[in-house]
């Protein structure tokens, strides 16, 4: 069952904009982890943030997590064509097993 | 490293053929995933294998659906018989801690 829930469903902005797109969940976790999705191929993690931790970057990556809230929030700067991509929050609370969410699809026009 | 290997990258069958999935996970990664993506359902967690034990197989939807982790470098994903509704994208996924490492997946049509 997907425990994450990605808002908004699709996001489209120019070249050079931030993105912005949301993760919402139901149970305590261990950590939540961003993967990007490329169309046609597999996942590929992005950042994991801990449920410690409030902020973490990488790169033009930002995520944030806010535990009393169950919500996480990623943000891509300057944005790039190759940027776009569907993107996924998943939870860890146990055992490394990882619940996704539906998913934020963010197009980026030139 | 190539990464996850997984074959076939796409499969066409008819209805009542058994379909097997093959997934090469990452040298030296005691954790292997199998999930299932449809736009209907999402990404679904199939199996999960540490040290080559099944640990979790909840996601399995119906005993059509098997899986084997005969060693660490080999695991196979079965469907016996197969049905339309089990057209989706199979990926596999390794990994040695928190990060999963996914391969290109196999996109299964059932006719």
């Known amino acids: 069952s997907q425990q994450g829930e990605e808002d908004p469903q699709a996001l489209s902005i120019q070249e050079g904009e931030n993105a912005t797109m949301n993760c919402s969940y139901k149970?305590?976790?261990?950590?939540l982890q961003w993967y990007r999705q490329n169309s046609g191929r597999g996942l590929v993690h992005l950042i994991l943030i801990r449920s410690n931790e409030r902020e973490k970057h990488s790169g033009r990556l930002r995520v944030t997590l806010d535990t009393s809230k169950k919500s996480s929030s990623l943000l891509i700067t300057a944005s790039r064509a190759a940027d776009t991509a569907s993107y996924f929050c998943?939870?860890?609370?146990?055992?490394?097993?990882?619940?996704f969410g539906a998913g934020t699809t963010v197009t980026v026009r030139a | 490293d190539a990464g996850v290997i997984q074959s076939p990258r796409h499969e066409v069958t008819e209805m009542g053929q058994e379909v097997t999935l093959r997934c090469k996970p990452i040298?030296?990664?005691?954790?292997l995933f199998w999930y299932r993506q449809t736009m209907m359902r999402g990404l679904e967690l199939l199996i999960y294998f540490n040290n080559n034990v099944p640990i979790d197989d909840s996601g399995m939807p119906e005993d059509r659906f098997s899986a084997k982790m005969p060693n660490a470098s080999f695991s196979t994903l079965k469907i016996q018989p197969s049905e339309p509704r089990d057209s989706a994208v199979y990926f596999c996924a390794s990994s040695s801690g928190e990060e999963q490492f996914f391969g290109p997946g196999t996109r299964l049509t059932v006719l």
């Open positions: 998943a939870t860890d609370a146990r055992d490394y097993k990882l619940s």
């Open positions: 040298s030296g990664h005691n954790s």
């Open positions: 149970t305590s976790i261990n950590n």
